[in-house]
């Protein structure tokens, strides 16, 4: 009986947490600045008024990381990451309807939160547990991900964002985010 090639490989688990960290921890650091001018200019907000939003993204995203370790270690990491995507899915969809700075500031911090639980803390235990003999080597891999994930949603974003304004581009990274998490996540249950 062959064995599947996320048993056979070194690489898949690690492989698969780099994706994971191009679709769904880095999408909007790295295009936040992308949609701050639209939205903005959208709803007569001032600059200050819409950077408070990346300010609370952040915010909570820091603020949750240990509750997010918690409830890892409790309930797995899978469980965890696919939830977190969930929560990315519905906050990009909501952007795509806001209308009052209140409500953007509640998506953004769904936006951390969701992150946070896609993201760094899970991928980071999961590499951990996975590769006792080389931690360092595999997270040095999956940190690629961050990078490479800032290089390719950056022009991907501001294409869509032309094409069809921000609300369409919101659109766009909630089916991209739904699209390739959630397979990735299968795929990581199966390895």
Known sequence: MKSSWY????????SL????????MTSWL????????????EFGWSRSAASVGVTTYLLLSALVSPFIGRIGDRYG??????TGLLVVILAYGWLSRVSTLWAMYLCYGLLGIGNTAAGIVPGSAIISQ????????????????LSLGGFLVVPYAQYFIE???FRGAFIVL????AGLGLPTVAMLHRA
Request: no cysteine; proline share 2%.
């Open 7 to 14: 048993a056979q490989s070194d690489f898949s688990v690690v």
């Open 17 to 24: 947490i780099t994706l994971l960290y191009v679709v769904s």
């Open 30 to 41: 790295w295009v936040f600045g992308l949609f701050f001018t639209p939205l903005a200019d």
């Open 77 to 82: 990491y899978l469980k965890l990451i696919f």
């Open 130 to 145: 996975y590769y006792r003999n080389a931690r360092g080597l595999m997270l040095g891999i999956a940190a690629l991900g």
């Open 163 to 165: 094409l069809n304004g």
């Open 174 to 177: 909630a089916v991209t985010t």
